[in-house]
């Protein structure tokens, strides 16, 4: 394994933070908000239960945010789930990079070699009424050989308000040396196609209580035979997988940007509930592999919406509306 060293800035960290573990700030009766932070994680606070929590410890396999919670402290996500221990909340991974598996961490499949996927430079910038900006540089690559992909990460993580908050991620890739074929498991109707093929990409693996599942996209309701747990929705700008946890209904929605590669992306759903495995994704490249010629890039740009209730189509549109325009706001 080559030896990466992480640098974590301390000093920008201690400046941004204070040098405090957090900070109470009320923003009104039923909210007070603080800042936790430690060094391998940033996390927002609601009279104490967790908002959200971003993890970057170096013994991880990926970066992901869990909990992901309502604005109340409602967890809605899951890492780690016996069943699939490389789901890992909200993360990003992919599958293939020229044939190793990047997604199944520790399987020791004997077929496959192992991909690595490790980062440093990670920098924590809180914002005004508790947003933030995560930045952090990552690289892909087999054990004992040097990166084939790298990769500059920004996520920037709204104010909670009205019962919801949005997580905007910008993903650049730069393949290396050489080209990078970025592959999955095909998908039916492929050579060796298989039902659960085509995933990689930014996921959402939802909690185990979170129940009573209901699907939208930006065209509709989305009608699923629930004898068949694998569902991709295609030409659709946004989906909205929703349920009810502890008494009441919420949602988290990924929303498309026009610019991506394969846009409109395809959206891969898992909806097993003898399972608890309930699961949605951007996937990328569900349809084909794709190959990143040398020294050349791919940007991919996502939002996610964590929210109270159930969003219809109407809901989703409006919110990918607004998405697009803050888009171009910063370009």
């Known amino acids: 394994m080559i030896n990466v060293k992480y640098t974590i800035h ?11 573990c957090a900070f109470p700030v009320s923003l009104g009766a039923a909210e007070a908000f603080t800042w936790a932070v430690d060094n391998s994680s940033v996390s927002l606070l609601n009279a104490g239960k967790p908002v959200w929590q971003f993890q970057y ?8 945010f869990h909990p992901l919670a309502l604005p109340d402290g409602t967890v809605l996500t899951w890492d780690r789930p016996l069943d699939h221990p490389w789901h890992h909340a909200l993360w990003f991974s992919w599958k293939y990079l020229n044939r190793a598996n990047y997604w199944e961490e520790g399987r020791g499949i004997k077929t496959e070699a192992a991909g690595f996927t490790e980062w440093r430079n990670v920098s924590v910038k809180r914002g005004e009424g508790f947003s933030a900006l995560i930045g952090m540089e990552l690289a892909y690559h087999e054990p004992g050989r040097p990166p084939v992909l790298t990769e500059v990460r920004e996520i ?18 730069i393949a ?3 080209d990078v074929d970025l592959n999955r498991t095909p998908i039916v109707g492929q050579e060796n196609g298989e039902p659960f093929g085509g995933y990689a990409g930014l996921s959402v693996r939802f909690a185990r209580d979170f129940g009573d599942w209901q699907q939208v996209s930006t065209k509709g309701r989305i009608q699923l035979d629930p004898s068949v747990p694998f569902h991709a929705e295609a030409g ?27 846009a409109p992306t395809p959206w891969y759903t898992v909806m097993n509930p ?16 794709y190959v990143l010629k040398a020294r050349q890039s791919v940007t991919l740009r996502y939002r996610v919406v964590v929210h109270a209730g159930r969003w219809s189509a109407e809901e989703l549109r409006s919110a990918r509306k607004k998405y697009l325009k803050e888009v171009e706001k910063t370009k």
Not at 163 to 171: E, N, R
Not at 243 to 250: K, P
Request: hydrophobic content about 40%; glycine content about 10%.
């Open 274 to 289: 003898q399972k608890h495995f309930g699961f949605v994704q951007a996937a990328v490249i569900y349809y084909r592999p």
């Open 57 to 64: 410890g170096a013994s991880l396999p990926k970066p992901m």
């Open 236 to 262: 659709a700008d946004g989906i909205d997988f929703s349920g009810a946890i502890a008494g009441q209904e919420a949602g988290i929605a990924l929303l498309d940007c026009p610019t991506n590669l394969n």
């Open 176 to 178: 290396q040396d050489e």
């Open 10 to 20: 301390a000093a920008a960290v201690a400046m941004i933070w204070g040098g405090c």
């Open 156 to 173: 920037r993580v709204s104010t909670p308000k009205q019962g919801h908050y949005h997580l905007d991620w910008t993903m650049t890739f």
